[in-house]
């Protein structure tokens, strides 16, 4: 079929426009996160110092003090619902990948997208109801299992679509020598997925490490150091948000420079782990 010159002209003209259009989104959003990360890197530095990092925060009025309690109520929190998100999410990641094709696998996505568009305060009241209410009491635990729920559908999805791109040669040449399902998932699948699947749990921990909202109603927020997960935690998020609303000077610094300690995290986070499975596939 010959197409005419003005057909080829128009499609080229939509294909121009289209890639123009893309761009320009691309630049916009790209624009909005240097403005807003430039932003907390000049504000942030200003009251980072040792104090900052080893101390508690002062009583009301009295300048000084520190987020040390928040930083490490942010990192157990993410550690706990790290232990709770991530081996559930890859679990039912590869399931559906590899076994899902009946009404459970369907049930399983149909609850993994809806649990993306779930508002995360609304998972925090559920954390509440679950949690919170039996025991009588706010804590780690509980904050960290609100946090491991958002975690799942992002780690669920993710790890679906990466063990999917596996190519189905390499399942086939393992399952005609022999070898059991399982362990063609286990060493074969499971490794070269491995980077997109660690992807997808940063993200998800990227994502949770931020989130102010379900911790309000489980974690609650301590001003002191936390005698156990079994009771109320401080974590960054809160301590920003609560600095943020304050009327103290000396607070809203201490704010902007919680904010540049959790993007570090978050970062540090992400290139040693990028590290770790690059030196992980160079040793293999």
């Keep these: 079929?010959?197409?005419?010159?003005?057909?080829?002209?128009?499609?080229?003209?939509?294909?121009?426009?289209?890639?123009?259009?893309?761009?320009?989104?691309?630049?916009?959003?790209l624009a909005v996160l240097i403005a807003v990360l430039g932003y907390v890197v000049s504000q942030g530095p200003r009251?980072?110092?040792?104090?900052?990092?080893?101390?508690?925060?002062?009583?009301v009025g009295e300048s000084g003090?520190?987020?040390?309690?928040?930083?490490?109520?942010?990192?157990?929190?993410?550690?706990?619902?790290?232990?709770?998100?991530?081996?559930?999410?890859?679990?039912?990641?590869?399931?559906?990948?590899?076994?899902?094709?009946?009404?459970?696998?369907?049930?399983?996505?149909f609850v993994a997208d809806v649990l993306t568009g779930v508002p995360s305060i609304t998972i925090g009241l559920f954390a509440y109801a679950t949690l919170v209410v039996p025991l009588r009491t706010f804590s780690a635990m509980a904050g960290g299992f609100a946090l491991g729920v958002i975690m799942l559908p992002v780690v669920t999805r993710t790890t679906e679509e990466m063990v999917r791109l596996v190519p189905g040669n390499l399942r086939e040449a393992a399952?005609?020598?022999?070898?059991?399902?399982?362990?063609?998932?286990?060493?074969?699948?499971?490794?070269?997925?491995?980077?997109?699947?660690?992807?997808?749990?940063?993200?998800?921990?990227?994502?949770v490490a931020g989130e102010t909202?379900?911790?309000?109603?489980?974690?609650?927020?301590?001003?002191?150091w936390s005698s156990g997960p079994t009771q109320p935690v401080a974590?960054?998020?809160?301590?920003?948000?609560?600095?943020?609303?304050?009327?103290y000077d000396d607070w809203h610094r201490q704010a902007w420079a919680g904010a540049l300690v959790l993007v570090s995290l978050v970062l540090l986070l992400s290139v040693g782990a990028r590290l770790l499975v690059r030196r992980y596939r160079m040793g293999g």
Excluded: D, H
Excluded at 6 to 28: A, E, K, Q
Excluded at 47 to 59: C, E, G, K
């Design 175 to 207: 399952l005609a020598l022999g070898v059991a399902r399982w362990k063609v998932i286990a060493s074969i699948v499971l490794p070269t997925a491995l980077g997109g699947i660690l992807t997808g749990a940063l993200l998800a921990v990227a994502r």
């Design 213 to 224: 909202a379900p911790l309000l109603f489980t974690a609650f927020g301590n001003q002191f």
């Design 235 to 247: 974590a960054m998020p809160l301590q920003i948000f609560a600095y943020a609303i304050a009327p």
């Design 65 to 109: 003090g520190g987020m040390a309690n928040a930083i490490f109520g942010t990192i157990l929190l993410v550690g706990i619902a790290t232990v709770i998100g991530l081996p559930v999410g890859v679990g039912a990641g590869i399931y559906l990948a590899e076994y899902g094709r009946g009404r459970l696998a369907s049930v399983i996505r």
């Design 47 to 59: 009251s980072i110092n040792v104090a900052f990092l080893t101390q508690t925060p002062r009583p």
């Design 1 to 29: 079929m010959i197409r005419s010159p003005s057909v080829s002209r128009w499609r080229t003209s939509v294909n121009v426009l289209m890639l123009g259009l893309c761009l320009v989104i691309l630049v916009g959003a």
